[in-house]
């Protein structure tokens, strides 16, 4: 049996790629924290009245910035794992789904929670609860530290 490190795929060592896809992953995740700081910048404009939010353009931005920066680290795990996306493809909540009940049941109620308050709410119905969509982008936060702890 070959070690890891003397087995060749296309002429790059093993540990060659597990590192190159490691960096590649801390890449995404760094991109996907920065999503999340946008949203949380941009949640801030739509000023608070009372328990709603005045201006729902800002959430509705703030809600897709928060799940985008979600699936952006999905991606990573995914790639990490051998799983890549088309990326001409439109990303669907059932390919997630599909392939995260594989790997971590506790993350993908998680996804289904900001699936449903960010994305669909959210951005697309201007949903402007400031709990509900507070306890959404916290739960958005705890998928990306239960993702980067897989790295």
């Known amino acids: 049996m070959l070690m890891p490190e003397t087995s060749r795929r296309n002429g790059i060592s093993y540990y060659k790629m597990i590192t190159e896809k490691k960096a590649e992953g801390k890449k995404s995740f760094d991109l996907a924290t920065r999503y999340l ?15 709603y939010y005045e201006d729902t353009k800002h959430v509705s931005m703030a809600c897709g910035a928060a799940y985008k920066g979600t699936l ?3 991606d990573a795990i995914l790639l990490l794992r051998g799983i890549e996306r ?5 990303a669907s909540i059932e390919f997630y789904e599909y392939h995260l009940a594989k790997i971590d049941k506790k993350i993908l109620h998680s996804l289904n929670d900001v699936y449903e308050i960010l994305h669909l709410a959210g951005y697309y119905n201007e949903f402007n609860n400031v709990k509900i969509i507070l306890l959404a982008f916290q739960e958005a936060e705890n998928i990306l530290k239960k993702l980067k702890g897989m790295l």
Do not use: F, H
């Not at 088309?86 to 439109?90: F, L």
């Open 86 to 90: 088309e990326k001409k493809k439109k």
């Open 37 to 51: 700081d946008n949203a949380r910048k941009e949640l801030a404009l739509a000023k608070k009245n009372g328990k």
């Open 72 to 74: 952006v680290a999905l």
